[in-house]
């Protein structure tokens, strides 16, 4: 079956990086859709970035041209690339994938990274 693992979080100073992995415990190439997702204390969860199998992007407006998701098949894994990070991207980050996702994610999920970036 599917397993999705979140890893790459932690603490970081604003301004700086950090990338996140998502690892499928089967071949990446069976998940249509995949992205991250993520959830701050006192909010909802909410869409972060997603890519397709064809390698169409979609970002949430408050992380365009910091944030960037990629997808590389062969090794089974998402990445998301985090860049001039901000105290409001404090949040827990999660890993999602199936045939479609959706506003409230896809069908797969992981547990979650935590990412805390600091003022």
């Known amino acids: 079956q599917v397993q999705l693992v979140e890893s790459g979080g932690g603490l970081v100073q604003a301004g700086g990086s950090l990338r996140l992995s998502c690892i499928d415990s089967?071949?990446?190439?069976?998940?249509?859709?995949v992205g991250w997702y993520r959830q701050a204390p006192g909010k909802q969860r909410e869409m972060v970035a997603t890519?397709?199998?064809?390698?169409?992007?979609n970002y949430a407006d408050a992380v365009k041209g910091r944030f960037t998701i990629s997808r590389d098949n062969l090794k089974n894994t998402v990445y998301l690339q985090m860049n001039s990070l901000k105290p409001e991207d404090t949040a827990v980050y999660y890993c999602?994938?199936?045939?479609?996702?959706?506003?409230?994610?896809?069908?797969?999920w992981g547990k979650g990274t935590l990412v805390t970036v600091s003022s």
């Open positions: 089967e071949s990446l190439f069976s998940l249509n859709a």
């Open positions: 999602t994938g199936g045939d479609y996702i959706g506003p409230y994610g896809s069908f797969y």
């Open positions: 890519i397709t199998i064809g390698d169409s992007t």
